[in-house]
């Protein structure tokens, strides 16, 4: 199972956050990568600096043929088209894709590291996964995503809200 997550908090200048998470995921397609489950959107208040824009997420449970080294590249090919830039580490982004897990693989080094190394500690990831694979298991802690979510804070559980049960896309 590969789990991705699609993030944005800023406008492109084709569209709002939400087309860009709809424009991301038509692109992902468009790379040979079958969507198989998507999760509702999500959004949490930006981190760390919460005067920013408000991030939305969605998770993502794929197939592809690619390796993960081909697949983040891919993403990152993406993000490019969506006009993400990349600068001051957490500042606002028009798009934003992390691979969460690659069929449990456990990768790190320069390029890439799988798990998401983060991945156990926010909310915009766990209740995403929740949601589209209910019995995922962490491939490093060993833990269930609901204990996963049980450790966050109670802040944590509760800044996040579920807004739209399903992002379409055409074709």
Sequence with gaps: MILLNIGSNLES????????????????????????????????????????????????????NYSPENLIKKCNKIEKKLQRTRGVKNQPRTCDIDLIDYDGKILNNKKLKIPHPKAHLRNFVLFPIKEISKYWIHPILKKRIDFLIKKLSFKLRNEITKIKEHVTING
Aim: aromatic fraction near 10%.
């Design 13 to 64: 200048k084709k569209g709002d956050r939400f087309f860009n998470l709809k424009e991301a995921l038509k692109l992902i397609k468009l790379e040979n990568i079958k969507i198989i489950k998507k999760s509702s959107i999500y959004e949490t208040p930006s981190y760390p600096n919460k005067k920013n824009p408000k991030f939305l997420n969605i998770g993502l449970r794929i197939e592809c």
